[in-house]
């Protein structure tokens, strides 16, 4: 289990299976995580239990997928992963995803990416992390820079959410950009 300010990563149970589904399943979520990207969802009962049989025989040297409790109440809020891990390269891509809709523009997302971001470079000694959004979510390009991510890229007009196309845009931190907040 890590610890923030405002939520605690910990390992992913199956009784989570739940709330992954109802978010999946949530248009607004999907929206705003994925660009409405239908691979994320909607998606059915069986695909999330399919996927909850997997995860968890992830190898954390490769990826990983973490629960986002609120420390206040200990209710489950979000997930935050990480993916392509590369030990060779020292690279690896990030996300975190806010679920429940009452937590979201409060700072919960960024404390978990914090966390997430602790960590990859503390514990796996990563030199670079990424992550990508779309121009339209500027929630999250707000978070990301103001975590220390630098706006790397941007594959303009690739991304189409409900009928306007929108730049996919990717961020990246380098180790040495990387500053903790206490």
């Known amino acids: 289990m890590i610890e923030g300010k405002w939520v605690r990563l910990r390992a992913l149970r199956s009784d989570d299976a739940e709330h992954h589904l109802r978010w999946r399943n949530d248009p607004e979520v999907v929206r705003w995580a994925a660009a409405g990207d239908p691979s994320f969802g909607p998606v059915t009962a069986e695909a999330v239990r399919l996927g909850f049989d997997t995860m968890p025989r992830l190898s954390p040297r490769e990826s990983a997928v973490f629960t986002v409790e609120d420390l206040a109440g200990g209710r489950v809020i979000g997930m935050a992963d990480y993916r392509d891990l590369d030990p060779y390269a020292q690279v690896a891509t990030l996300g975190v995803t806010i679920g429940e809709r009452e937590f979201w523009g409060r700072g919960y997302g960024s404390d978990a990416l914090r966390l997430l971001v602790d960590h990859l470079f503390g514990a796996y000694g990563l030199s670079r992390l990424e992550l990508d959004t779309w121009s339209g979510n500027e929630r999250a ?19 189409l959410v409900e009928e306007m196309r929108y730049d996919g845009v990717l961020f990246g931190m380098l180790r040495e950009e990387w500053a903790s907040p206490v």
């Open 141 to 159: 390009v707000r978070a990301f820079t103001r975590l220390g991510f630098r706006e790397e890229g941007r594959r303009r007009s690739a991304v």
